[in-house]
Every structure is written in C-alpha cells, then in structure tokens.
C-alpha cells in the first residue's frame, strides 16, 4: 500500500529532532563483490560483502537549548550513538529502524530571506536493525515501572537482540534512571529474565546495547526501570529489534 508521509520520527542520541525536520532518508546498502569464474556459465556471479547505512535528513534550523539541532548536532559530530528512525509516530509496536551511527556531516545556512536550514549525515557503525518501539517519546515517567510487551520472537544462534534508548528530557533534584530489557515466553511476564542492562542516565542522552549472539527461546520483550531522586521526570524513547 502507498503512504504519504505526513509524519515521522528522528532521534538523535539524546535529542528527538523530528519537529524540525522536513525530510528524513534512511538507506542501507551491502557491497556486491564479484565472484565470477569460469564455471560461472556466462553470467556474473556476485557476493555480499560489507554492509552499511546511513541517515540523512533536513529543516528548519533551531537553536540555544541541548534538545535543538544546532546543539545536539555540534556535540555529537564526530561521535557515535544511537539513532532511530520511524516513517510514522512512535507508538508502541510502530516500525523502527535503528542502528549506532556516527555524525559525520552538519551544514546550515541559506540565502538572507530563507528560512534558516540545517542538513545533517549520520552513518552507521553497527548493523541496521529493522525493529520497533518499546516505549514512546511523549510520556513523562517519574517512578519505576515496566512497558508493554512486544513479541519479537525467539532469538536464534548468532542473531542478536538491539535497543536504543534516547532519554530526551530529565528534570528534578539528583535524578537517575536506570533502565533494562527483560524477556519471557509469553506477554504476561510471570519469570521475567534481564537480557540488557543500560548505565544510568542524569541528562538527556543516548545508548545503544546489543546481546552477546547466544540464543534466547524466550518470544517477548518489554523495557523497565528504575527512577531515583527528588521528584524526578525523564522522558524517553526505545527501540528494539532483532538482527
């Protein structure tokens, strides 16, 4: 079916950049090496070799707060995180793409008149993973809980579980969250198992964990945490997949 894209969601390590964005692209490709021989039968015969993507994307430029795009792309050009990419909202169960990148490129500035734009080039260091949300950006959490289930499915030999997570606002006195991946083998979670355990975070921020590439029989995943300090409030987006 075709969409028209009327929304969609950029995080970039610690800030959420989709208000003041106006095209986001996401490309992946894997470097074809030719195999050819001569048993080949006359035709070129090619292999994968190395993978990689990259996430483009443009607006409106803001500035004068670490959640805008001039702050948030001059303190991570250069270094690696996590990003995550929806082509819709970022609801629970909505389509994720996800991936540690590195910001490679940032340029802003136009002709006098224009609306100031930024353009800005993140290019993957890990695999790209096509996921989905565990937890969505616009509810505020202020002590410890746990978030919906979402069924992945079993993690076979070799595959690995990923999970981004972009805490995009932090308020309150001495605040800490800290926050894990848990798994069962259904929804209701009766002998939940941490599988990912994230450092905690005091500021808007980001990290990328991935498992060790055992396998898990275990079917669902969900988020927790853990909220500390004096009236506390962090908001925060998740994204999961397997790979």
């Known amino acids: 079916m075709a969409q028209v894209l009327l ?16 095209k986001i692209e996401l490309a992946a490709e894997v470097e074809d090496k030719d195999a050819t021989n001569y048993r080949s039968g006359g035709w070129k015969e090619v292999m994968g070799g190395l993978g990689s993507a990259e996430i483009s994307g443009e607006g409106q430029w803001e500035a004068g707060d670490p959640s805008l795009v001039d702050d948030a792309s001059w303190l991570q050009l250069g270094g690696t995180g996590p990003w995550t990419v929806g082509p819709g909202d970022s609801i629970v169960g909505a389509l994720a793409y996800l991936t540690r990148a590195m910001q490679s490129e940032y340029k802003v500035g136009d002709a006098v008149g224009e609306i100031a734009p930024w353009t800005g080039t ?14 969505p950006p616009g509810l505020a959490r202020t002590a410890n809980g746990a978030g919906t289930a979402v069924n992945l499915g079993a993690i076979a030999e070799g595959q690995r579980l990923y999970v981004a997570l972009h805490v995009l606002s932090v308020a309150g006195t001495t605040p800490a969250l800290t926050l894990r991946v848990e798994s069962d083998d259904s929804a209701g979670f009766a002998t939940p198992v941490t599988r990912l355990l994230f450092d905690p975070a005091a500021e808007p921020s980001g990290q990328i964990l991935r498992t060790d590439g055992s396998p898990v029989t275990d079917t669902h995943y969900r988020i927790a945490w853990d909220v500390t300090g004096t009236t506390p409030s962090f908001m925060f987006a998740v994204s999961l997949g397997l790979r």
């Open 122 to 135: 993140a290019k993957s260091s890990w695999p790209l993973v096509r996921g989905q949300f565990a937890h």
């Open 7 to 22: 929304d969609a969601r950029l995080f970039a390590v610690g800030a959420d950049l989709s208000g003041a964005s106006n």
